[in-house]
């Protein structure tokens, strides 16, 4: 089974700051990776997907990159409604199935 | 604009099976893999499984013993049934649409909160 591993857990910053956050994988993903972001109550929202494409409708203040093990999901100025948890996902032929991230939840410092 | 609505009961007994199931409309059942995720209250997503329209379904490891994923093409449903429940199983169910390459899971229901618990 692949893990992903995020980080940091919690991520304080104010708004109009920059947001990065990490995603690690314990093996090779390729560039089969996505990032969700989760609003209290709601279902989550996918924001990348294989690593680096914006979904339809995302701002471009998102934006992933990386490859292999190692992504990073930035957010280049933080808006308010951009405080929430974020989720990484990746997507596997073999062993075959998906995996997520525990979580980087990002706060208003 | 795929829709996609989850049903079935809120409350489930221990030992149990948990029945949903998941309503596609807006586009065919055939233009996506669906899978099924959860997440427990206060806590972080988990992967049930996935299947193609025609193929056989892919479950988690941790969760294959007793799940079923289904797709009635009929009645543009998707299915999830999991057998001898425990308190562990109390999560938020929802329904999504993965691409069949794309790695992201686009389109989800809005979540259905199964609790276990007699």
């Known amino acids: 089974e692949i893990v992903l591993t995020q980080s940091p857990a919690t991520l304080s910053l104010s708004p109009g700051e920059r947001a990065t956050l990490s995603c690690r994988a314990s093996?090779?993903?390729?560039?089969?990776l996505a990032w969700y972001q989760q609003k209290p109550g709601q279902a989550p929202r996918l924001l990348i997907y294989d690593a680096s494409n914006r979904a339809t409708g995302i701002p471009v203040r998102f934006s992933g990159s990386g490859s292999g093990t190692d992504f990073t999901l930035t957010i280049s100025s933080l808006e308010p409604e951009d405080f929430a948890v974020y989720y990484c996902?990746?997507?596997?032929?073999?062993?075959?199935?998906?995996?997520f991230g525990g979580g980087t939840k990002v706060v208003i410092k | 604009q795929v829709q996609l609505q989850e049903s079935g009961p809120g409350l489930v007994k221990p030992s149990e099976t948990l029945s949903l199931t998941c309503t596609v409309s807006g586009d065919s059942i055939s233009s996506y893999y669906w899978t099924w995720i959860r997440q427990p209250p206060g806590k972080g997503l988990e992967y049930v499984g996935h299947i193609y329209y025609r193929g056989s379904a892919t479950y988690n490891p941790s969760l294959k013993s007793r799940v079923t994923i289904s797709v009635d093409t009929s009645k543009n449903q998707i299915s999830l049934k999991l057998k001898s429940v425990t308190a562990a199983d109390t999560a938020v169910y929802y329904c999504?649409?993965?691409?069949?390459?794309?790695?992201?899971?686009?389109?989800w229901g809005q979540g259905t909160l199964v609790t276990v618990s007699s």
């Open positions: 996902q990746q997507r596997s032929n073999w062993p075959p199935g998906l995996t």
């Open positions: 093996q090779s993903v390729s560039n089969s």
């Open positions: 999504g649409t993965l691409g069949v390459a794309a790695s992201g899971i686009k389109h």
